[in-house]
């Protein structure tokens, strides 16, 4: 009986991000309503997060779903430590369907850091990811391991970049805002790994 309650633990727990079948980056195509993006994934540096944003890209969530923050200069009151990113997340009819949370692969063990044009997961304690991502607009540290960003310096978890769309994501940051929360939020159409 004791042989039994792992799986049993296990099943409840749902299936663990497996790593990518195919070697080397993935490339994913993020259809928006404001234009394009194409993001490759580092399966090999964070193979935990890659798998997880690619199950959940493999599966449709996304399609649906929309960047709905922005954060720039001028929309953080009380934070001393700023940054720029755009956010987005997942089809909310989907969410019920979502996977469980994964591990925080911090950035001091995966070498990855958040350069302007990095993806990474959006998350609130350590190990709390899910399916919101995030894309930086210039360099940030402070999202790194050991940043002052959150009170737990233990950053976000970067797992890949943007290889082209910039110029749509700096145009999704400067839109129409109530606070960070982009109003009316951008549509992601469709978001579909690449051969």
Same mark, same amino acid.
């Given at each position: 009986?004791?042989?039994?309650?792992?799986?049993? =633990? *296990?099943?409840?727990?749902?299936?663990?991000?497996?790593?990518?079948?195919?070697?080397?980056?993935?490339?994913?195509?993020?259809?928006?309503?404001?234009?394009?993006?194409?993001?490759?994934?580092?399966?090999?540096?964070?193979?935990?997060?890659?798998?997880?944003?690619?199950?959940?890209?493999?599966?449709?969530?996304?399609?649906?779903?929309?960047?709905?923050?922005?954060?720039?200069?001028?929309?953080?009151?009380?934070?001393?430590?700023?940054?720029?990113?755009?956010?987005?997340?997942?089809?909310?009819?989907?969410?019920?369907? #979502?996977?469980?949370?994964?591990?925080?692969?911090?950035?001091? *063990?995966?070498? $990855?850091?958040?350069?302007?044009?990095?993806?990474?997961?959006?998350?609130?304690?350590?190990?709390?990811?899910? #399916?919101?991502?995030?894309?930086?607009? #210039?360099?940030?540290?402070? $999202?790194?391991?050991?940043?002052?960003?959150?009170?737990? #310096?233990?950053?976000?978890?970067?797992?890949?970049?943007?290889?082209?769309?910039?110029? =749509?994501?700096?145009?999704?940051?400067?839109?129409?805002?109530?606070?960070?929360? *982009? =109003?009316?939020?951008? *549509?992601?159409?469709?978001?579909?790994? $690449?051969?």
């Amino acid at each position: 009986m004791a042989a039994v309650l792992p799986l049993v =633990v *296990l099943l409840a727990l749902g299936p663990a991000p497996e790593a990518s079948p195919s070697p080397g980056p993935a490339r994913v195509l993020i259809q928006t309503s404001r234009g394009a993006i194409v993001v490759e994934v580092d399966t090999a540096r964070a193979p935990v997060t890659a798998a997880n944003f690619l199950r959940y890209v493999e599966g449709g969530f996304y399609d649906g779903g929309h960047f709905h923050r922005t954060v720039r200069p001028d929309n953080q009151p009380g934070q001393t430590v700023r940054i720029q990113v755009i956010q987005a997340g997942i089809n909310a009819r989907r969410a019920k369907d #979502g996977f469980p949370p994964i591990p925080l692969e911090r950035t001091s *063990l995966t070498g $990855l850091r958040h350069l302007d044009g990095t993806i990474s997961m959006a998350r609130d304690g350590p190990d709390t990811a899910t #399916g919101d991502f995030f894309i930086c607009i #210039g360099d940030q540290p402070s $999202l790194d391991y050991g940043g002052k960003r959150n009170a737990d #310096g233990q950053g976000f978890a970067a797992f890949g970049r943007v290889v082209k769309g910039m110029p =749509v994501v700096r145009r999704i940051q400067a839109l129409r805002a109530r606070g960070q929360r *982009l =109003v009316p939020p951008v *549509l992601i159409r469709s978001a579909r790994r $690449l051969p």
